[in-house]
């Protein structure tokens, strides 16, 4: 039998809200510029092209709740809260009708963006992996299951820094649906258990800094919260 060189980092997962039972993470996925007043603010046109991917490694979970430190290399960090789809399911070139049934259920999401590191690869034409993939990027709260919640397309999704509301919209402004991202994504990846995908932030994301408080909200998933430290 072989041996590891060094002992294999332990798996990420997931709280499952009112369960011991945890969800393990697979592969991040995240969608950019879905939510139009968004797309807006970043200086580009709404138009309702194909959906636009990123991701992150599992290694960037951070649970709701966390204290977490500024990370390093950035001058302008970002906060953007998203509803974050965990798949339960595999799935491969679904159509739209089936893209629901591989969905387990639903959490509140940050996507922490290191936005002047994002903005130089954008305008370099060049990935946004610094920007976007590194410790602590990817906060996330307990997952709700679709038995308890339903498929949420509509409701109030929020978030304030040290109690003044910054961003504030409704998962009916998404420009890709929670089905439509689903079916369309099945058809570049083979959807796996343990994969998530963050579905885009509305405008009104900005920068924080050491000492700032962070809550949010989507309906009817859950809340989130984070504090940044030194």
Not at 46 to 59: G, H, L, Q, V, W
Not at 95 to 112: F, K, P, Q
Not at 129 to 147: H, L, Q, Y
Request: aromatic share 8%.
């Amino acid at each position: 039998m072989s041996e590891y060189l060094f002992e294999p980092a332990p798996p990420v997962s997931v709280e499952i809200a009112a369960t011991d039972v945890r969800f393990p993470v697979n592969r991040i996925f995240c969608v950019g510029r879905n939510y139009a007043a968004h797309v807006r603010e970043m200086g580009f046109d709404p138009d309702r092209e194909e959906p636009c991917y990123f991701t992150k490694s599992a290694r960037c979970i951070a649970p709701s709740g966390s204290a977490i430190p500024y990370p390093p290399a950035t001058q302008n960090y970002h906060h953007e809260i998203e509803l974050v789809v965990a798949i339960g399911r595999p799935g491969f070139e679904l159509s739209l009708d089936e893209s629901l049934s591989v969905v387990y259920g639903y959490a509140c999401g940050l996507d922490m963006t290191r936005r002047d590191l994002q903005v130089a690869s954008r305008d370099s034409k060049g990935p946004w992996d610094i920007g976007k993939d590194f410790e602590n990027s990817a906060v996330i709260s307990p997952i709700r299951t679709v038995e308890e919640i339903g498929h949420p397309a509509r409701g109030r999704i929020q978030l304030s820094v040290n109690d003044e509301l910054r961003q504030d919209s409704d998962l009916e402004n998404l420009i890709w649906s929670v089905p439509e991202i689903i079916a369309h994504l099945s058809g570049l990846y083979r959807l796996e258990p343990g994969d998530l995908v963050y579905t885009g932030t509305p405008d009104g994301v900005g920068p924080v800094g050491p000492g700032d408080r962070i809550s949010g909200s989507v309906a009817p998933v859950g809340d989130i919260a984070l504090a940044i430290r030194n």
